[in-house]
């Protein structure tokens, strides 16, 4: 499916969060995601649902069971703070008590699953959903008898834990994590920022090149929305654009001597392994296989007697020439 043959969403309020968190807690994690995929576009049938990405495994501490694997408690931390309070402040009557009752920490372990859902004709839009497919396990005794904690946030998270044979807790689970309609937050973004924002540029870029006429951005690429709060109680947003293509493509990192044909040759390649046209461009902004110094040999070439970009690409490179950027 190509960009151009992509309708205007009319509404997406089937994707509310909180119906999105039930449907999370309602379905059974399977090792290919195909209920939790098919639950999704059955909430917003006009528009197709993909899974772009599954992120790297990530893990975190978790709860407290017992040698059983009986569930004493969900959040570590919190029960650590709590019962310390409850022992007086005592750290050795918390201690004692941890290990009175044989008490294991657990961890969770899990992969963050970015779904796309293309609403509209432009790069800016379409929906992401990001899901985390989540498995506990124990992990350690709680307190290591040969050495224990000498404060609080040593008992939370030891130096030197006394590690055990991992066992499950529980079965696998998803959590509804975040929803992002990126056409909205880039308008929210772009607000926060005087300047055009690198991944505006870089969409808007998109926008107009072969690229975006080939293909929607959403298929080759996902954001990654940050918010926080500044010292000053200042509201603070950005965003990261991550590349999910996972074939290998030859890298443009050495071009010395290249010009005309030759370097013309290169750059069809990689687009082809790429997918779409101008890929070199874009993977060059985000420095994934392609240096600056490949746009400057196929500007200099541009400039000379080659000429092997369609208009509206080198016009693109033109206006990065004059004001470089990357993401």
Same mark, same amino acid.
């Given at each position: 499916?190509?960009?151009? &043959?992509?309708?205007?969403?009319? &509404?997406?309020?089937?994707? /509310?969060?909180?119906?999105?968190?039930?449907?999370?807690?309602?379905? $059974?994690?399977?090792?290919?995601?195909?209920?939790?995929?098919?639950?999704?576009?059955?909430?917003?049938?006009?528009?197709?649902? #993909?899974?772009?990405?599954? !992120?790297s495994?990530?893990?975190?501490?978790? @709860?407290?069971?017992?040698?059983?694997?009986?569930?004493?408690?969900?959040?570590?931390?919190?029960?650590?703070?709590?019962?310390?309070?409850?022992? !007086?402040?005592?750290?050795?009557?918390?201690?004692?008590?941890?290990q009175?009752?044989?008490?294991?920490?657990?961890?969770?372990? @899990?992969?963050?699953?970015?779904? $796309?859902?293309?609403?509209?004709?432009g790069?800016?839009?379409?929906?992401?959903?990001?899901? /985390?497919?989540?498995?506990?396990?124990?992990?350690?005794?709680?307190?290591?008898?040969? %050495?224990? =904690?000498?404060?609080?946030?040593?008992?939370?998270?030891?130096?030197?834990?006394?590690?055990?044979?991992?066992?499950?807790?529980?079965?696998?689970?998803?959590?509804? #994590?975040?929803?992002? /309609?990126?056409? $909205?937050?880039?308008?929210?973004?772009? !607000?926060?920022? =005087?300047?055009?924002?690198?991944?505006?540029?870089?969409?808007?870029?998109?926008?107009? &090149?072969?690229?975006?006429?080939?293909k929607?951005?959403?298929?080759?690429?996902? $954001?990654? =929305?940050?918010?926080?709060? !500044?010292?000053? *109680?200042?509201?603070?947003?950005?965003?990261?654009?991550?590349?999910?293509?996972?074939?290998?493509?030859?890298?443009?990192?050495?071009? %010395? *001597?290249?010009?005309?044909?030759?370097?013309?040759?290169?750059?069809?390649?990689?687009?082809?392994?790429a997918?779409?046209?101008?890929?070199?461009?874009?993977?060059?902004?985000?420095?994934?296989?392609?240096?600056?110094?490949?746009?400057?040999?196929?500007?200099?070439?541009?400039?000379?007697?080659? &000429?092997?970009? =369609?208009e509206?690409?080198?016009?693109?490179?033109?206006?990065?020439?004059?004001?470089?950027?990357?993401?």
């Open positions: 499916m190509t960009s151009s &043959s992509i309708q205007p969403c009319a &509404s997406t309020t089937a994707l /509310d969060g909180q119906q999105l968190a039930k449907l999370c807690k309602t379905t $059974v994690p399977a090792a290919g995601n195909e209920a939790l995929l098919a639950k999704i576009q059955a909430l917003i049938p006009d528009y197709p649902v #993909r899974l772009a990405r599954t !992120g495994e990530w893990y975190r501490l978790g @709860g407290i069971v017992d040698m059983h694997g009986n569930r004493i408690a969900n959040d570590l931390v919190e029960w650590a703070e709590r019962t310390y309070i409850g022992c !007086g402040k005592d750290l050795q009557a918390l201690i004692d008590h941890t009175a009752q044989q008490l294991i920490a657990t961890r969770q372990t @899990g992969n963050t699953l970015h779904f $796309v859902i293309q609403t509209g004709a790069a800016e839009d379409f929906i992401q959903l990001d899901i /985390d497919k989540i498995r506990e396990v124990s992990d350690r005794l709680l307190v290591n008898p040969k %050495q224990p =904690p000498e404060d609080l946030e040593e008992f939370i998270d030891p130096l030197d834990p006394e590690c055990i044979d991992p066992f499950n807790i529980g079965t696998a689970r998803y959590a509804y #994590r975040r929803k992002t /309609d990126v056409a $909205v937050f880039m308008a929210e973004l772009n !607000g926060h920022h =005087p300047d055009r924002h690198p991944v505006q540029r870089f969409m808007d870029d998109w926008n107009r &090149s072969s690229a975006g006429q080939k929607a951005l959403s298929e080759d690429w996902i $954001v990654r =929305p940050f918010r926080h709060t !500044g010292r000053f *109680g200042e509201q603070q947003i950005n965003v990261e654009l991550i590349n999910t293509q996972t074939k290998n493509i030859a890298q443009l990192d050495d071009l %010395q *001597g290249k010009k005309g044909l030759p370097l013309h040759n290169l750059l069809t390649r990689f687009d082809r392994q997918g779409y046209p101008m890929a070199w461009y874009f993977y060059l902004l985000k420095g994934i296989g392609v240096t600056a110094h490949c746009g400057v040999a196929v500007y200099k070439d541009l400039s000379g007697e080659f &000429s092997y970009l =369609p509206r690409d080198a016009a693109i490179l033109n206006d990065w020439i004059a004001s470089p950027y990357s993401i």
